[in-house]
């Protein structure tokens, strides 16, 4: 098992969450972005620089995503695709994107990005990154830790 971070737009205070949790259980963290990020030395987390470019990232997390993996990211055609392929999705903000709503969310990204397209103004965006947004993503991620712990030795 491992958890994948788009780490490009990801919120360091994510990243910080997750270096401990990974730490604390030894799970595989993979990092992968278009820039150097700076990782703790640990045998268990890594960061993968890919070349810049429109989806590089991402395409590079879908080749290599596993079944029951996790991954970190808030791009919505990024988590339809590992899905597709068996892994789960969570977002920084700690919403859980699943087989059975990721379509519907799909279709309302692409709905917005058309009326955009178009000339309507959508500004808005989601609300500042704060102490709640901190605490729901470390409890989804907690929730996920949880159901992948792996089995103790002997048991």
Request: aromatic letters at 4%; one cysteine or more; a neutral charge.
């Amino acid at each position: 098992m491992t958890i994948w971070v788009d780490a490009d737009a990801c919120p360091l205070v994510v990243r910080q969450i997750l270096f401990r949790a990974a730490t604390r259980t030894g799970v595989q963290l993979t990092l992968v972005a278009n820039q150097s990020l700076s990782v703790p030395r640990a045998p268990n987390i890594t960061m993968l620089q890919v070349p810049a470019g429109f989806d590089v990232a991402d395409n590079e997390i879908v080749r290599r995503v596993e079944h029951g993996d996790l991954v970190i990211t808030a791009d919505i055609p990024l988590a339809a695709e590992v899905i597709e392929r068996g892994a789960e999705a969570l977002t920084p903000r700690g919403e859980v994107h699943t087989a059975e709503d990721i379509r519907a969310k799909l279709n309302m990204r692409d709905f917005m990005d058309t009326m955009r397209a178009s000339g309507i103004d959508t500004r808005g965006g989601p609300p500042a990154f704060g102490q709640r947004e901190k605490q729901a993503f470390a409890n989804g991620l907690d929730r996920y830790l949880a159901r992948h712990r792996p089995p103790r030795p002997g048991s």
